[in-house]
């Protein structure tokens, strides 16, 4: 029986999409490398926390906020620069982004002090903020074909996934030979290779394309004044006790912005998130299982840094050797993913890998005092967790919303978990400060003090874990009411797909 001929192909504004993967490879590199951008400088910084305190004399809090302070501007604005760039352009937006991305590179090199270094961060985060969001619709507006959009994401996923991987592990090596400014100065190449892919290899803007609605501008702002006053408050109230004051002011104003943020969204016209999207099971319960995951991947990192180098003394090459079993669990275990999933279903799939991570971050907490092999167990349990949530996660979130706001829910995903990441290191280091007398980096250890610093470390990461395991129990549950609606649902989904493990992939893990 002869096929009947496909419907003719919808074709770019700017000509026809390539045929073959290969055709665009332009484009997929400078889409890669946002992602690797994304995922490195997310991940590459941990490892040289003890250095970074030693050179600029950091306090504790101060070493806390030059982790902290780009999950905060990355998670905060992620929101407002995706509605930004649906109306103004997604290329437009991440060329922008990478422009700025650059520069705040280069400015490592006139840092001197630590809060010359956390202002960077910030810069760095917003750059994140321009970039991330767009950047897996325009691998959409690559091609046609449904198979190839799947390839191509895969492709770019892959590099950040390998981003994150490698992070400690080669900032460990590099402290060895070189300063700590080349980890940050090697963004400058990234986004100059990123830039040059995604100026000479994607269209420009279809005008066409682009949202009429304004921008909810004073929502986002709220939210993300009441994410940093979330995050600061912790941070001041544990400090010298002449900021205590502040720090009961900034929790006051953080309750009136979240409050005033919570309003916004119920009256504004256009919302920067609509509520009743949120509200959906399957939304809700990937945001929450994304959350988990970010929580305990960034605590884990945050505080395996300091256990290695801190309290055991290791250099930092010898802690990136450390970190390797984790690198190989990320790698590996991408061919695992789908018959997992297969086997056991998305559900299960869901609360079994978030299961994992946070046992991991409690087996840390609880154990890691007494030998390495804990330490090992816990990165193990946590790797191979977050490869498979990463996939399901993404997929609860895009199948739970209508077609044409899938791109909001991948905003929402990452920025569940950078948040969630955010919140971690804020967490882990206001503990740390409550605990140990003095800065970390500069003061004498004593076995007092070491005593002291080995039980902040097991306060934060049981502390972490029991909100991770929260986030999995909710999660769960608004799994479990999704699901008898969702074979109904399916049909208003017609226009795309229902996602499976396999098309999910690129969800970042």
Known sequence: MTPSPSLPRPRLRAGDAPPRLSDAWIALAGLSAVF?????????????????????????????????????????????????????GRRRVMLAGLSLLAVASLATVAVTTTEQLVAVRVLTGVAAAMTTPGSMALAFRLFDDEGLRVRALTVISTAGLVGLAVGPTVGGFVLAVAPWQVLLLADVPIAVLAFVGIRCGVARDDAEGLRRDPVDVGGALLGTATVAGLLVT???????????????????????????????????????????????????????????????????????????????????????????PQVVVLLAGGRLVGPFVQRVGLGRAAWISAAAVVSGLAIFGALSRHGYAWVLVALVLVAAGMRVVGVVAGASVLTGLPADRTSVGAALVDTSSELAGGAAVAAAGTIVAAFVTGSITTIPWTPQRLGDFEDALTVAGLGLAAIAALLVVVGTFRAR?????????????????????TTQEPSRA
């Open 36 to 88: 690797l951008f994304e995922m490195l400088d997310t991940s590459v910084l941990n490892v040289a926390l003890p250095t970074i305190g030693r050179e600029l004399g950091s306090s504790t809090t101060g070493l806390q906020w030059v982790s902290g302070a780009y999950a905060v501007a990355f998670g905060g604005l992620m929101l407002l620069c995706g509605a930004v760039a649906d109306r103004v």
């Open 234 to 324: 912790p941070t001041v109230l544990v400090g010298p006790a002449s900021a205590s004051s502040w720090g009961w002011a900034v929790g006051g104003l953080t309750v009136v912005y979240g409050a005033a943020f919570v309003v916004r969204l119920r009256t504004a016209r256009h919302p920067v998130v609509d509520p009743h999207l949120l509200a959906r099971p399957l939304v809700s319960s990937g945001l929450a299982f994304k959350a988990a995951s970010g929580l305990a991947v960034a605590g884990l990192s945050y505080l395996v840094t300091l256990q290695l180098q801190f309290a055991w003394g290791w250099p930092p090459a010898l802690a990136a050797v450390g970190t390797l």
């Open 481 to 501: 009411t999704a699901a008898p609606a969702t074979s109904a649902a399916a049909p208003a989904h017609s226009t795309t797909p229902t996602p499976t493990p």
